[in-house]
C-alpha cells in the first residue's frame, strides 16, 4: 500500500526540471497533440510550484495539484483561477457553493468556455457558469486556462474570451484512500452582532483508489463529499451540498493508449443573498450582517375575505437556486499505426435547476379590456386562466379555482414561480494525429454538441411560513381550471453544434508554426409555446381555451411559433513560437464567435421581416504577442494582447417600455497586459508574482430606444424630452463590470513538517456602466462611477501530524481566506446606462473565514 499527502510537497525540485511533463488540454486529442509537440522538442517541465507556462503559441497558464490543493478543501475551483493573470473572480460566500462571478480579459463568463474533460459546462441556453456546481478540487489533476482563445476543437457557442480546462486525475495505480475533514467559521466584524446565529462551515471528503485491480491496468478511484452552512449574512438559509465522482480507467497495451469513463453528480440547495442596490451598498463592516422577515405568517385564508399577499417570503434571500446535475464523461486513444493516433472523447450531462421566489397567484380569471389588459371583474368576455404579462408591465397568474382551500375564488395567494431549466445534453470531441516525422504533426477533429434544453415556469403555492413545499415545482405544479400547468415561460429549445477543426504543427529549427481552422455550424431550433407580446419578449401563456378574443384585442401578438438560425464561420488559429536558449517569443492570431443565446433569440421571435428576426453573432479577431523565459527555476512569461470585438451586445432598462432591452454596442476595441514570474530559489521556497492590465474603448454611441421621463436631462444621453430617440454618449469610453488592472503574489516555504504559505491578490476599480458615469436614481446622483479596488490576503499552514492507521500520514491544514476582513463589492455586472432600476444589484464581497481540516493521506 502506499500512502502520500494529499497536498502535495511544497515544490519540486530542482532535479526534477529536466523530465517531461504531460502538456495541459481541454480534449484527450489536444493533450495528445500537445504531448507529441513536447516531446518532439525535447521541452523540459516548466512547472514551478504548482505554476506551469506551457511553451506554446497561445498565452496559456496551468495550475497543478500543488497549488489547488493548498486552498481550502472544497473551494471552487474558479477561486482558485483567481490566481492567473487576466482572471477576476469576487465569491459570493467564502466557501464556494453559493456562485460568483468572473472575468477573463474583461470577457464576461458567459464568454468563457469552461470544460471539465471536454464537456461543456455553461448553460446551453444563456452561456451562463454556475461556479458553485464544479467539481471537487481533490479530483482535478489541473487547471488550464487560455487568455482569449480557444482549442481548436473548442465545443462552444461562445467562448470569444478564452477557456478554463479541468483536468481529472488519472486513478492511482496503489490502493489508496484519502480523507478529509473541515470545520469553519466566519470571523469578521459585526458577525452575530445583532442576533445570535452560528455560521458554522463543515465538510467532509473521501475518495478511494483501486489501484491496479487486474495487473492489466484497470484501476479506479470513487469519491463523496458533503458541505453545510449557514447563510454567510443574515438570519437565514442553508447551504448544502453533497457530490460525487468516479473513474474508471483500463490501459491498453503499452503505449499510452486507454479507455476510461468517468462520472459526476451533484446537488446544490442554497438561497440567494446579500445582494444591494449599489447606493444601499453597507458602508462598515457592521453593516453587512444583517435580519429579513423571518419567521412569518403568510395571510391565512378566511371565507368570504378578498385574502391578499403579505410579503411573507418576498425578500430577495429567500428564494431558492436549487440545481442537480451530473454527467458521463468517456476518454480514450487508440494507436491506428506507426504515428497516427485517434482519441474519442463522448459525453452526457443533465442538468435539474431553477431560480425564483415568491409571487402573487390570483384565484380569479383574466377578462379582457378594450387594450387587451387583463382585469378580474366579470365584464362579459371571455375569461382566460394562464400568465399574463401585458397589464401594465406586471406579471399576473390567473388560475380560475380555489388555491388555498377557503371556499372563494376571490384571493390573492402567496406562491412561488421560479425559473426552471431541465437539459440533457450529448457530445463527442474525436481527434486523429498524425505524427509526419519528428518535426512535424498534423490533426483533424471533429465535434459535436447537442443539447435539448426545456425552459418553463410552473407554480406552487407558500407555505404558511412563506416556505416552499418542494423547491421544484415541477414536481407538482398547480393547475388552472382549464386543466393545464400554469407557466411563466413555456419554451423548447435545441442548441446543436457540428465543427470540423484541423491543426498543423511544425518545427523549423528553433522556431515552430502553428495553423489551426475551426469550422464551426451552429442550429439554434426554438419552439416558443407562449404568446409573444412585444419586441421585449413580454408573454401570455395560456392552453385548452380558444384565442380568438385574445388575438382580436391583442393583433400585435406572435402566436406560438417555432423558427431555427443558424450561425457558421470560419475562424483561423495562427501562431508560433521562437525559442532562443531559455527564452522564447510566441505570437497568435485567433477569430471567435459568439452564437446569440436563447433570451435574445426568443425575444427576435416578435419579428418577421426585418434585421431584428436574424440577430448577428458577436465575432473577435484577437492577437497575442509574448515572451516567456523558463530555466528550471523559474518560470515566467509578459503577454501583450488586443482584440477587436464586434457586435458586442448589452443589455439596458428601457423606462418607457419598463422592460430590459438588448443593445448592439457595435464594435468595442479591447487591449491589456498579462504578466507572471514563478521562482523556486531553493528546494524550500517558491515565490510567485502576477499582473494585469485591461483597456477598452466602445467605438460609437449606441441607440438606447425612447427617451422616458427618467433619462431627460441626465448627463450621458441625448434625451431633450419624453419620447425621442434615445442615444448613450459611449463613444470613447469603457466597458463597465471589469477592472482596470489586478496584482497578485503568493509565497510558500516548508520548514521541516511545517509548510506555510500566503497569497494576495488586489483588484482596481470597475466602471459601473458603459458611460463611465455616477449612477442616476430616483434622479439623484447616488453612487460614484467606479466600484473601489480591493485587496484580498489569504493564508494557509499545513503541519505533518506524523502516521496514523498503518502508516497512513496524516496532516492538519488552516486557511484563512481575506484575514484583513476587507469590506469590498463583490460580485457585479456592468450596465450600458447610467440610470439605476430594480434588479440591478451588487453583491457583498466574502467576508474574513477560516478552517481547519484533517487530512489523512493516501
Known sequence: MKFKYLLAASVVSTASAMVAAPASAQSTGSVDFDDNVIIVSGARDTDVGGVDIPDSPKAKQVLSEEIIRRQRPGQTVNDIVNLVPGVSFQNNDPWGSSGGKFTIRGFDDSRISQTLDGLPLNDSGNYALYTNQQVDPEILDNVNVNLGVTDVDSPTASAVGGTINLRTKEPDDEFGVTMTLTVGDIFAKGNNANYERDRLFGRGFVMIDTGDITGLGTKAFASASFSRYNNPFNNYGVVEKQQYNGRIWQDVGDNGDFVAVAGHYNENRNNFFGSFAPYDFPETREDRFYEINYPCTVDLPTPGVRDTDNNCGAEFDRRYNPSNTGNIRGASRFTLADGLVLTVDPSYQYVKANGGGDEELLEQRCYLEADGDCNTTPNGTTGYTGYFNNTNNRRQYFFGRDLNGDGDMLDEVSGNDPSQTRTHRFGVIAN????????????????????????????????????????????????????????????????????????????????????????????????????????????????????????????????????????????????????????????????????????????????????????????????????????GQITAQLAAWYTQYDNRLRTSFNDLLGESVTTNLGRVDKWGLDGSIAWQPTSNLMLYVFGSINDSEIKDNVDGGICGASDVGVPGNTCGAVGEDKFLLTAGKRESGAPTFTVGGRAQATFGDLEIGAQVKHTGKRYLNDVNLPLIAFGNEAYGATFSSYTLVDFDVRYRIGEMFNGTDAAIQLNVTNAFDELFVGAADGTLDNIWTFGQFVQIGAPRAATISLILGY
Request: net charge negative; proline share 5%; glycine share 6%.
Open 432 to 631: 486523429l494525429n498524425y505524427e509526419i516525422n519528428a518535426d512535424h504533426a498534423v490533426r483533424l477533429a471533429y465535434t459535436w454538441d447537442r443539447a435539448n434544453h426545456r425552459q418553463t415556469g410552473q407554480t406552487s403555492v407558500a407555505l404558511a411560513n412563506g416556505e416552499i413545499a418542494d423547491v421544484f415545482p415541477i414536481n407538482d405544479p398547480l393547475l388552472t381550471a382549464d386543466g393545464f400547468a400554469l407557466n411563466k415561460r413555456n419554451r423548447q429549445s435545441y442548441a446543436i453544434l457540428h465543427q470540423v477543426s484541423g491543426e498543423y504543427r511544425g518545427r523549423f529549427g528553433n522556431l515552430t508554426a502553428n495553423i489551426g481552422l475551426r469550422a464551426p455550424f451552429f442550429t439554434r431550433e426554438l419552439e416558443q409555446k407562449c404568446y409573444t407580446l412585444d419586441a421585449d419578449g413580454d408573454l401570455a401563456c395560456f392552453e385548452n381555451q380558444d384565442p380568438t378574443e385574445f388575438i382580436a384585442l391583442n393583433p400585435d401578438a406572435v402566436a406560438p411559433l417555432a423558427r431555427t438560425y443558424k450561425y457558421d464561420e470560419l475562424l483561423p488559429n495562427v501562431g508560433f513560437t521562437y525559442d532562443f536558449g531559455d527564452a522564447s517569443i510566441f505570437a497568435n492570431y485567433a477569430k471567435g464567435i459568439s452564437v446569440p443565446g436563447t433570451d435574445v433569440l426568443y425575444d427576435s421571435l416578435f419579428f418577421v421581416n426585418s434585421d431584428a428576426a436574424r440577430p448577428v453573432p458577436e465575432t473577435t479577431d484577437s492577437f497575442d504577442l509574448g515572451l516567456r523565459y523558463q530555466n
